[in-house]
């Protein structure tokens, strides 16, 4: 019998891999702060100091930029934090899709729990956690991640705003078309270079 390919979480069903990540991706695919203190109170983690990691971040971004500001022009320092700030998007966009996938997991052995034809799917020995209470628990662990990733990537986009005075986007490459540029004219650019 055929099996059916795994259903795709929610969180990543509707982006492209290549798709740039930006700050309002990650806050769709993490968790907010109301379920961040959900997550927090029926798993009995500690909760995120998302204020606190926002700011502390957004302070060494700062701090770092005030450092190189005296041999840093204002261009290099923009590309500069532009790709600070892009890695730390990522991995809130990263960690966010991550979350969502076993979020998915720990549903999917939760409702198999339910059936009662599968032994494979009972709960462990006594004294011992179930696979799907395990795969819930990891799941809460990585969603307060998630969430601790997003309140550095606003830490890091707001840093980047103060210093360069600019909104942060991701980097998008141009597209580039080979025949805008002559093959001799790209040969007298390198010929400037010399040797």
Known sequence: MATKPAK???ATRNFRQDTPATFERAAMVCPNEQV????A???GLDPV???GIREATEEMIGTHAKLLADTVNEKAMAIHLQRIVGAMVSSANS???FYGAKVTDARDLTSRLANDARDEDRDGPLGFDSKAQRARHFAAEVGLQAYSFLAAAEGAVDAFAAVTGNAWKPYERPPTNPETVSLQAAEAELN???G
């Open 8 to 10: 795709k979480p929610a």
């Open 36 to 39: 961040a203190a959900s997550i």
């Open 41 to 43: 109170r029926h798993f």
């Open 49 to 51: 100091d998302y204020a």
């Open 95 to 97: 960690a966010g899709i």
């Open 192 to 194: 400037a270079f010399g």
